[in-house]
C-alpha cells in the first residue's frame, strides 16, 4: 500500500519542504518484531514496535523522510507497545 496525506490532514508549509514527508510504504510480513530486531542489531533507529488493527507495527523513517512500515498479525491487545508486552512476558 502506498498511503499519503489524507484529505483531513493536509501538510503544513513546513512539511511541504521536505522530501517524504506524507508518504508511507507498507508492507505485510510473516514477522514485523524479527525486522525490528534485526534493523536495531544493525544500528537503525526505528520506532518502538506497537499494536494496531490487530498488527504489529514497525515503523522506519528514510533519510528523505519516507516512512516505512512493517505489519505482521498477532493476537496482542490493540495498542500494546513492546516494552510493555515484553515485560508482561517476565
Not at 510473516?30 to 488493527?53: H, T
Not at 498477532?74 to 515485560?87: F, L, Q, R
Request: charged share 30%; with cysteine.
Amino acid at each position: 500500500m502506498l498511503q499519503e496525506f489524507s484529505e483531513s490532514r493536509q501538510p503544513t508549509a513546513e512539511e511541504k519542504k521536505h522530501l517524504g514527508k506524507g508518504v508511507s510504504i507498507n508492507f505485510i510480513c510473516e514477522d514485523a518484531l524479527a525486522i525490528y530486531k534485526e534493523v536495531q542489531s544493525r544500528g537503525l533507529s526505528p520506532k518502538e514496535p506497537f499494536v494496531g488493527n490487530n498488527m504489529w507495527v514497525v515503523k522506519l523513517t528514510d533519510p528523505d523522510g519516507y516512512h516505512i512500515f512493517f505489519e505482521s498479525d498477532t493476537d496482542v491487545a490493540e495498542e500494546t507497545m513492546y516494552s510493555d508486552w515484553i515485560k508482561s512476558k517476565n
